[in-house]
């Protein structure tokens, strides 16, 4: 339980600052500390087994919208770069030796 709670916890951080980059990239106003939650409450409803990743993504933007006064379609493009330039730092970290990651069932 403990390892995973860390791992949690960086995914939790390392998409909050994904969010704040894309958010200033975008031209929104919001602040870390708004970001922090909105991206904890997200990570929490994706843990719920089969439509909790659908149910997340609504949840995102949704929170977004509400949080950073933006539009929808800004918040999907958020929510999307935020995504790709997550996946891409894990990419990197794996790359560095930093990170494992285990693909194979």
Do not use: H
Not at 25 to 44: C, E, G, M, R
């Amino acid at each position: 339980m403990g390892i995973s709670a860390i791992i949690f916890a960086l995914d939790v951080l390392l998409t909050a600052v994904c969010i704040f980059i894309a958010i200033r990239l975008a031209w929104l106003k919001a602040d870390f500390k708004v970001v922090l939650p909105v991206v904890f409450i997200v990570s929490l409803i994706s843990l719920i087994p089969t439509y909790g990743w659908l149910l997340a993504i609504g949840c995102f933007i949704y929170l977004l919208m509400r949080t950073t006064e933006a539009d929808f379609k800004d918040c999907v493009w958020i929510v999307i770069y935020s995504k790709l330039l997550s996946a891409l730092m894990l990419v990197l970290l794996s790359q560095a030796g930093l990170l494992q990651l285990n693909l194979s069932p």
